[in-house]
């Protein structure tokens, strides 16, 4: 059985970008969410002064969170991010394609809002992410 299917109808405008515009899980898919995932290495002292290289540690993160739970990038339901100003958007993007490239080689993106805001926790972070994802039945 899927857990997991990413959807674009044909009511629905094409995406804009590499997201799908439904995500839909089984009625039984145990559904996991995680905090916003920032781009440092173990403190925000750590922190890289690019977007793209946040970016980059940023999806590593969720990487790692997912592995915790037996997942892996094709469970993700939905990525919800925040970046701050508009002049970080293209080194955000060409980032998380590099990425996308590896773990969506089929373009079977889940659902995913970028908002740009002003600022975050701290001035160093210029990228967080936090999202959802369906977690495998148990082992056993």
Do not use: K
């Not at 839909?24 to 920032?38: K, L, M, N, P, Y």
């Not at 037996?70 to 958007?89: E, H, K, M, Q, S």
């Not at 805001?117 to 210029?126: F, Q």
């Amino acid at each position: 059985m899927t857990l997991l299917r990413h959807l674009d109808p044909a009511s629905a405008p094409p995406p804009a970008g590499p997201y799908s515009q439904l995500s839909i899980t089984a009625e039984d898919a145990r559904v996991a969410t995680f905090s916003g995932q920032i781009g440092t290495l173990s403190t925000v002292a750590e922190m890289p002064a690019s977007a793209a290289d946040q970016t980059r540690l940023v999806f590593a993160a969720i990487e790692a969170l997912l592995a915790s739970q037996g997942a892996t990038p094709a469970d993700l339901i939905r990525l919800l991010t925040f970046v701050v100003g508009r002049d970080n958007l293209v080194a955000f993007n060409a980032a998380r394609n590099e990425v996308y490239a590896g773990w969506f080689p089929n373009g079977d993106y889940p659902a995913h809002t970028v908002v740009v805001v002003a600022g975050l926790a701290t001035d160093s972070i210029l990228v967080e992410i936090e999202g959802s994802f369906v977690c495998p039945p148990p082992a056993g």
